[in-house]
C-alpha cells in the first residue's frame, strides 16, 4: 500500500509498505479521508521521537478486515479512529482518565497513522459511524472531540460568555461549539483576519485582532469584569497571559494550546491568578467515560443534525501522494490554511 512515511525531520516520502493484516482483537481499516493536525506538522518540523512512521490520527474510513475474535458483521462499517490506546487497566484508566493511562500508546504519533491507504488498530478504536455522515466530516471528528472536552474542563455552562483565544482549527471547534451550547457572548481573537471572518461565520460575536485592537480594553467594554471562561487556543505566552487580564474573578482558564517549552512568563501571572482566585485547568486530548466519551458521541449527534460545520473548516484537499509537497509548503509556510484532507483513492 502507499504512505506517507515520516523518515526524519522535515522529511517525509510517499513509499510503498507492506498492507497490515489484522492481528487478534484488531481491524483494518481502509482510509477515506485523513485530515492533517497541527501536531502532526509540529512532528514534521521540530522532528519526533521516532521514525520511520506514518502520522495521521484524524481519520476515517471503511473497515475491510478483521482479526480473530472480532465480529465479521463490522467488515464494511463506516469508523473513525479512536487515536487514544490506553491500556484500560492501570489506576487512571480505571478512573476513566484515559490520557493520564500509564502505558498509553497513540495511533499517528507512537504507532502507524491514517497517513496510509489503510491503518491497523485494535478494535476498541474503531469508532463505528452511521452511514450517511461524509467521510470529510468524520475525519474532523477527533478535533471536535478536543473542543467539547475544553469547555467542559472550563466548566462552560449555557448562558456564560466566553473568548477563545486563537481562531486555528480547535479554536474554531470551540467557537462552533459554545455556540450550539448556549453560550451568550463568544468573543474570539487571532493575529490573521481571514481566521476571524471564519470565526465569525462559525458562531463568533466580537472578533478582536490583537496587532489593532486592545483586547483587555475590548473585554473590559463587552462585560464589565471579565468574561467567565476564557479558552487559549493559540499555544503562545501572549495569548496565554492575556487569559488571566481578560477572566472575571472566580471565572475558569483552559489551556488547551502547546506552549513553547522553551518560553516564560512574567510571575505577573501568578500574582492575578491569585487575586481574581482564578481556576486554571489543563486539557490534554477528548477522552471521558465510558470510553472514548460523551464528546465523540455529541459531535455525531451534531454533525447528524446539521448544528457543527465542517465544510467551513476545510480549505484544501490532496491525495495522499501529494503528502510530501503539502508538507514541504507548510513546512515552509507557503500556503494559507485551514483543515486540509488527504485522500488515499485520489
Ligand atoms: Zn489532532
Ligand atoms: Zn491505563
Not at 474554531?172 to 471564519?198: F, P, S, Y
Not at 503562545?236 to 518560553?263: F, K, M, Y
Request: hydrophobic fraction near 40%; glycine fraction near 8%.
Amino acid at each position: 500500500m502507499k504512505a506517507a512515511i515520516l523518515e526524519n525531520k522535515g522529511v517525509m516520502t510517499v513509499q510503498d509498505v507492506p498492507t497490515p493484516t489484522p492481528q487478534s482483537g484488531n481491524v483494518i481499516l481502509k482510509v477515506k479521508a485523513v485530515s492533517i493536525c497541527g501536531s502532526d506538522i509540529s512532528r514534521y518540523v521540530k522532528g519526533h521521537r521516532m521514525y520511520n512512521l506514518i502520522l495521521g490520527h484524524e481519520c476515517s474510513g471503511v473497515i475491510t478486515e478483521v482479526g480473530e475474535g472480532v465480529s465479521e458483521n463490522l467488515i464494511g462499517k463506516h469508523a473513525a479512529i479512536i487515536p487514544l490506546v490506553p491500556c484500560f487497566e492501570c489506576e487512571q484508566c480505571k478512573a476513566g482518565r484515559y490520557s493520564a493511562c500509564h502505558t498509553y500508546t497513540f495511533i499517528g504519533s507512537r504507532q502507524a497513522g491514517g497517513f496510509a491507504e489503510y491503518v491497523e488498530m485494535r478494535e476498541t478504536n474503531a469508532f463505528i459511524l452511521p452511514e450517511d455522515l461524509s467521510f470529510e466530516a468524520a475525519a474532523l471528528i477527533e478535533p471536535s472531540t478536543v473542543a467539547r472536552h475544553i469547555l467542559d474542563l472550563g466548566n462552560f455552562e449555557a448562558g456564560q460568555s466566553a473568548i477563545v483565544l486563537g481562531a486555528g482549527s480547535i479554536g474554531l471547534m470551540a467557537v462552533q461549539w459554545l455556540r450550539i451550547l448556549g453560550a451568550k457572548l463568544i468573543i474570539c481573537t487571532d493575529v490573521v483576519d481571514e481566521n476571524l471572518a471564519t470565526a465569525r461565520k462559525l458562531g463568533a460575536h466580537v472578533t478582536l485582532n490583537p496587532t489593532r485592537d486592545d483586547v483587555k480594553a475590548e473585554v473590559k467594554r463587552l462585560t464589565g469584569d471579565g468574561v467567565d471562561v476564557a479558552l487559549e487556543c493559540a499555544g503562545s505566552p501572549q495569548t496565554l497571559a492575556q487569559t488571566i487580564q481578560v477572566t472575571r474573578p472566580r471565572g475558569n482558564v483552559v489551556c488547551g494550546g502547546n506552549q513553547p517549552p522553551e518560553a516564560s512568563l512574567p510571575l505577573t501571572f501568578i500574582e492575578d491568578l491569585m487575586r481574581k482566585e482564578l481556576r486554571l485547568n489543563g486539557c490534554f486530548m477528548s477522552y471521558s467515560a465510558p470510553f472514548p466519551g460523551h464528546e465523540w458521541t455529541e459531535t455525531v449527534a451534531r454533525l447528524q443534525d446539521g448544528e457543527l460545520d465542517m465544510d467551513t473548516m476545510i480549505s484544501h484537499r490532496y491525495p495522499l501522494t501529494a503528502a510530501t509537497q503539502v508538507f514541504e509548503d507548510i513546512g515552509a509556510r507557503r500556503i494559507a490554511y485551514r483543515k486540509i484532507i488527504l485522500q488515499p483513492e485520489n
